[in-house]
């Protein structure tokens, strides 16, 4: 069975958690009898790669294109690649290889097979970012939609899907991950945050209750800011700064930049705890990746991680800066023993919920369904 990801990035670019999920997801596939398509561009490679030509890679057939959908080459190259596929599954609701991929195979092949992961595009919040573009976008795909199936990561998604495309189907899978090997590591009593400088993170916010919280006060604790901020955000950053230097913490906080593969692993190893406070996260990766590490997690009601306390893996609170306190105080507080137990459940539910290789049968279920067959 051939299926197709027209893709706007792709491992090994790390400009966002898809990338890796996507390439375990398409290992997975491949491994299982399935003939993955990826046709993508480079950005995001920073390392040496074999691009303008199709690769045949452990995920299937890769190709990078340098430049990106504004080319005919580009084009001409996603329309053959969706004349030939048994189903589209695409990625993004906004992507311009999403949005041309989806817009050919309406006109050209109505009869195909598509599947679409929203990637938390249709929150609310999400909806506030350019929504001049979005709108408009949103209603064409009302019109043409016709049986798109759509992925949800979570149940908060799926209600969100519902909300705009209530006639269509709705499959719910988590995403999945390859895990990276579990370092053995001496713990610090030091917090994370790891992902984008982005205003719906609500970094202000985790700030801010750092500044409540007398245990983190107290302790030789600090909290490390892992990510890179867009352009379009530099003045959330300043803002940031300017906050840290307010509430006095210039010395218990420290920006770390963009970290990858082992530097990353490490530094999730080394952390007490995570902290993901977002306003809304449709999945959130970095909860998987720290997990993986036997770091627990602080979580926002945000986000869709409520097994964290169904497995006792962290805590799932109100994003409000005295929540937050409260947890980072609870947290910091736990005696070693407690605080094992924690890390010990946190390898558990990753073992448990969220490894490709024993979770990939859901979505092969999902294609065979979708192209009838046993």
Same mark, same amino acid.
């Given at each position: 069975?051939?299926?197709?990801?027209?893709?706007?990035?792709?491992?090994?670019?790390?400009?966002?958690?898809?990338? #890796?999920?996507?390439?375990?997801?398409?290992? =997975?596939?491949?491994? #299982?009898?399935?003939?993955?398509?990826? $046709?993508?561009?480079?950005?995001? !490679?920073?390392?040496?790669?074999?691009?303008?030509?199709?690769?045949?890679?452990?995920?299937?057939?890769?190709?990078?294109?340098?430049?990106?959908?504004?080319?005919?080459?580009?084009?001409?190259?996603?329309?053959?690649?969706?004349?030939?596929?048994?189903?589209?599954?695409?990625?993004?609701?906004?992507?311009?290889?999403?949005?041309?991929?989806?817009?050919?195979? $309406?006109?050209?092949?109505?009869?195909?097979?598509?599947?679409?992961?929203?990637?938390?595009?249709? #929150?609310?919040?999400?909806?506030?970012?350019?929504?001049?573009?979005?709108?408009?976008?949103? $209603?064409?795909?009302?019109?043409?939609?016709?049986?798109?199936?759509?992925?949800?990561?979570?149940?908060?998604?799926?209600?969100?899907?519902?909300?705009?495309?209530?006639?269509?189907? %709705?499959?719910?899978?988590?995403?999945? !991950?390859?895990?990276?090997?579990?370092?053995?590591?001496?713990?610090?009593?030091?917090?994370?945050?790891?992902?984008?400088?982005?205003?719906?993170?609500?970094?202000?916010?985790? %700030?801010?209750? *750092?500044? *409540?919280?007398?245990?983190?006060?107290?302790?030789?604790?600090?909290?490390?800011?892992?990510?890179?901020?867009?352009?379009?955000?530099?003045?959330?950053?300043?803002?940031?700064?300017?906050?840290?230097?307010?509430?006095?913490?210039?010395?218990?906080?420290?920006?770390?930049?963009?970290?990858?593969?082992?530097?990353?692993?490490? %530094?999730?190893?080394?952390?007490?705890?995570? !902290?993901?406070?977002?306003?809304?996260?449709?999945?959130? #990766?970095?909860?998987?990746?720290?997990?993986?590490?036997?770091?627990?997690?602080?979580?926002?009601?945000?986000?869709?991680?409520?097994?964290?306390?169904?497995?006792? =893996?962290?805590?799932?609170?109100?994003?409000?800066?005295?929540?937050?306190?409260?947890?980072?105080?609870?947290? *910091?507080?736990?005696?070693?023993?407690?605080?094992?137990?924690?890390?010990?459940?946190?390898?558990?539910?990753?073992?448990?919920?969220?490894?490709?290789?024993?979770?990939?049968?859901?979505? %092969? $279920? !999902?294609?065979?369904?979708?192209?009838?067959?046993?």
């Amino acid at each position: 069975m051939k299926v197709f990801f027209p893709l706007g990035a792709f491992y090994p670019s790390q400009i966002g958690g898809p990338c #890796n999920t996507l390439y375990w997801h398409c290992v =997975a596939l491949k491994n #299982n009898g399935f003939k993955p398509t990826i $046709s993508t561009t480079t950005i995001g !490679i920073t390392n040496e790669i074999s691009a303008e030509k199709w690769l045949e890679l452990d995920c299937g057939y890769v190709f990078y294109a340098k430049k990106g959908i504004s080319t005919l080459t580009t084009r001409k190259r996603l329309s053959r690649e969706v004349s030939k596929t048994d189903i589209l599954h695409l990625n993004s609701l906004f992507s311009p290889f999403s949005i041309y991929s989806f817009l050919y195979c $309406s006109l050209f092949y109505r009869n195909k097979k598509i599947i679409w992961s929203v990637r938390g595009e249709l #929150n609310k919040n999400a909806l506030k970012f350019s929504s001049w573009k979005k709108k408009p976008l949103l $209603s064409l795909y009302k019109l043409l939609n016709r049986d798109v199936i759509y992925h949800s990561t979570s149940s908060e998604e799926t209600k969100g899907i519902q909300k705009i495309f209530p006639k269509n189907k %709705i499959v719910e899978v988590p995403n999945l !991950i390859a895990p990276s090997e579990r370092l053995t590591t001496t713990d610090s009593k030091n917090l994370l945050y790891v992902g984008r400088i982005h205003p719906i993170k609500s970094l202000d916010k985790i %700030i801010r209750a *750092l500044a *409540l919280s007398e245990t983190f006060l107290e302790s030789n604790s600090k909290f490390l800011i892992v990510g890179r901020q867009e352009k379009r955000h530099n003045t959330y950053k300043k803002e940031l700064v300017s906050l840290i230097n307010k509430l006095n913490l210039q010395n218990k906080i420290v920006f770390k930049g963009h970290l990858e593969g082992i530097e990353k692993e490490k %530094i999730y190893a080394e952390s007490f705890a995570l !902290i993901l406070a977002s306003e809304t996260e449709n999945f959130g #990766n970095v909860v998987v990746e720290s997990l993986n590490q036997g770091t627990p997690v602080i979580a926002s009601k945000g986000t869709p991680w409520k097994i964290l306390e169904d497995y006792d =893996a962290g805590l799932y609170v109100s994003n409000a800066p005295s929540e937050l306190a409260k947890a980072i105080d609870s947290l *910091l507080s736990l005696n070693l023993k407690r605080y094992q137990q924690m890390k010990t459940n946190s390898y558990k539910l990753i073992d448990e919920k969220f490894k490709i290789d024993s979770q990939i049968h859901k979505w %092969i $279920s !999902i294609y065979k369904k979708l192209l009838n067959e046993n």
